[in-house]
T-cell receptor
């Protein structure tokens, strides 16, 4: 079946540091790939997505490139802020109604 | 466009009771899915409805059920509540469009505590 493996957390960085959260996947067919972010006490918000190989999703300074050859979709940001502290989830969808999520990576950014 | 709306946001129930959670999808979205989020198990898929039909189902016991109405609003029900059912229940909707990559959008969730 489909699966998503995320880099284990928690991750703690200083403000303005470079962020990478690794995500690899296993899927049948051709999935769409997503990153969601969850702030404390809230639901999941779509951060970015890519729907086919070599697509790059980007939003709010975050980027991720759909790499079919390595089945990866790593999340990056060049300079993190304290406000980026949250839980980040990598996800895939090959079936419109069911998305598969990673376990989430908690990011804490210290000033 | 209004987002996915879930009610109630917070509720406390006693073991053995039942609970019904409600979800209103984004206007025009016909697919509604439900997820359970707990610290230990992460995000787990419960089920998905499309045009009033359950199309996908996760590995949860029969105590967990759902339905979807003709206006795409959905409810999920948990009967005979157990302590382990305490969780954040998330509803998500999708326009079921390959153009959008089958993106699902989440509501704020319903926090259920079973005591």
């Amino acid at each position: 079946g489909d699966s998503v493996t995320q880099m284990e957390g928690p991750v703690t960085l200083s403000e303005e540091a470079f962020l990478t959260i690794n995500c690899t996947y296993t899927a049948t067919g051709y999935p769409s790939l997503f990153w969601y972010v969850q702030y404390p006490g809230e639901g999941l918000q779509l951060l970015l997505k890519a729907t086919k190989a070599d697509d790059k999703g980007s939003n709010k300074g975050f980027e991720a490139t759909y790499r079919k050859e390595t089945t990866s979709f790593h999340l990056e940001k060049g300079s993190v802020q304290v406000s980026d502290s949250a839980v980040y989830f990598c996800a895939l969808n090959t079936n419109a109604g069911k998305s598969t999520f990673g376990d989430g990576t908690t990011l804490t950014v210290k000033p | 466009k209004a987002g996915v709306t879930q009610t109630p946001r917070y509720l406390i129930k006693t073991r053995g009771q039942q609970v019904t959670l409600s979800c209103s999808p984004i206007s025009g979205h016909r697919s509604v899915s439900w997820y359970q989020q707990t610290p230990g198990q992460g995000l787990q898929f419960l089920f998905e409805y499309f045009s009033e039909t359950q199309r996908n189902k996760g590995n949860f016991p029969g105590r967990f059920s759902g339905r979807q109405f003709s206006n795409s609003r959905s409810e999920m029900n948990v009967s005979t509540l157990e302590l382990g059912d305490s969780a954040l229940y998330l509803c998500a909707s999708s326009d079921y469009s390959s153009f959008s990559g089958n993106t699902i959008y989440f509501g704020e969730g319903s926090w259920l505590t079973v005591v």
